[in-house]
């Protein structure tokens, strides 16, 4: 079994390495994914730039490092990395910190995990997120710059950051209010954020996986039983709501086409990851590792069984219950929008779509893996 989703993986990974992966406006030393196949002339000179959507493609390429170590793939990291600072004009910041947040994740993962690295660059992301957070305006961390929206979306991937960076403390304190603010009290599950100190009332699968991801990650770094709990509560809330069929829901190309995987991703950390514990806590904390693992494979089976072959290798939709439609040049593309990416007229086009699919296969490897999963 395991070696049937190292296979997939490796598929994944190939179908991303052969249409998407290409140099930088042609320099030597330098890659980024185009954020569209088919892709337009636009396309392949990076005149899109969906910086997100970069960091998570650098997360995926750590995945497959971990599953099937290999010299060239260190090389495409490396050239990953560089490329993001060069395209995003010699920066590794901008104006939106569920950004920075999900880059300094993937850059710390790198660093940690396989050796590449760039100190410097998590440094500068750390004191972004840390000192973004203004409780006396009601947060939270805010969305972006400048705005009064604080959201799941950003403090969620900032907390997970700031917990591996040695910030435990800010850490907890974000975990805290994300638990205290937006936790609906009916389905438990986490809503989008707070706006003048409303309520943004929407549920989204990724808002989930944050939530999920921070609060485990406390869990094994502070030993409080409040984190175990919050997961557990979680955990059952996405099965009963997020997951029709057993199958984690989608929610469409653009920036939506993120949103099912990065819920994977911390699925498959509560499964490796929630610890042990004694009496009925131990019961609902294996309860909680079972349900988010069959949560895991039963949607990347479901994707998988789902997908389109072009040319031997898989190309995924955005829902993975029903049959992916193969793409075609021209049409509507991805556009950024009011601060989000809208999808593209057939989803699967975006790279978003292809990297979920690409990272629900590597959570599934690593549930397969008798060894111990690094996060």
């Excluded at 850059?107 to 440094?123: C, I, N, Y």
């Excluded at 004191?127 to 400048?146: C, K, N, T, Y």
């Excluded at 089976?301 to 995924?316: E, I, T, Y």
Aim: one cysteine or more; charged letters at 25%; hydrophobic letters at 40%.
């Amino acid at each position: 079994m395991e070696q049937l989703w190292a296979n997939r993986a490796a598929s994944a990974e190939t179908a991303i390495t052969q249409r998407h992966l290409r140099r930088l406006w042609w320099l030597p030393g330098t890659q980024l994914g185009v954020v569209a196949w088919p892709a337009t002339g636009r396309d392949r000179r990076f005149g899109t730039w969906h910086y997100w959507w970069q960091a998570h493609l650098l997360d995926c390429l750590v995945d497959a490092e971990l599953r099937d170590p290999q010299p060239e793939r260190l090389t495409r990291i490396n050239r990953q990395i560089r490329s993001h600072r060069l395209r995003n004009i010699g920066k590794w910041t901008n104006d939106y910190y569920d950004d920075m947040a999900w880059l300094a994740l993937a850059l710390e993962r790198s660093e940690r995990l396989t050796g590449v690295g760039r100190p410097k660059a998590l440094s500068t992301l750390a004191d972004e997120l840390f000192s973004a957070w203004v409780p006396e305006d009601g947060g939270g961390i805010p969305w972006r710059r400048q705005d009064q929206f604080f959201n799941a979306p950003a403090n969620g991937p900032a907390g997970i950051f700031l917990a591996r960076y040695d910030r435990l403390r800010r850490a907890e304190q974000m975990a805290d209010w994300l638990d205290a603010t937006l936790i609906d009290p009916e389905t438990h599950l986490v809503f989008d954020g707070i706006k003048a100190g409303s309520l943004v009332r929407a549920q989204y699968t990724y808002c989930q996986g944050v939530v999920l991801g921070l609060e485990t990650e406390l869990a094994v770094r502070t030993g409080d039983p409040v984190h175990a709990h919050r997961v557990h509560r979680l955990v059952a809330a996405v099965a009963e709501h997020m997951a029709p069929g057993g199958v984690i829901k989608g929610a469409g190309g653009g920036d939506g086409g993120l949103f099912n995987a990065i819920l994977a991703r911390y699925l498959a950390w509560v499964a490796l990851n929630l610890p042990e514990a004694t009496g009925t806590d131990g019961d609902a904390s294996r309860e909680a590792r079972d349900t988010a693992r069959t949560l895991v494979l039963d949607s990347a089976r479901s994707a998988w069984d789902h997908r389109q072959v072009v040319d031997g290798l898989p190309l995924f939709g955005p829902f993975w219950d029903r049959a992916a439609e193969l793409p075609r040049a021209g049409g509507q593309q991805a556009q950024f929008v009011a601060g989000a990416v809208n999808a593209s007229e057939i989803p699967e086009r975006d790279l978003s779509v292809q990297l979920s699919g690409w990272m629900l296969m590597e959570a599934a490897h690593t549930l397969t893996d008798e060894e111990e999963n690094p996060a």
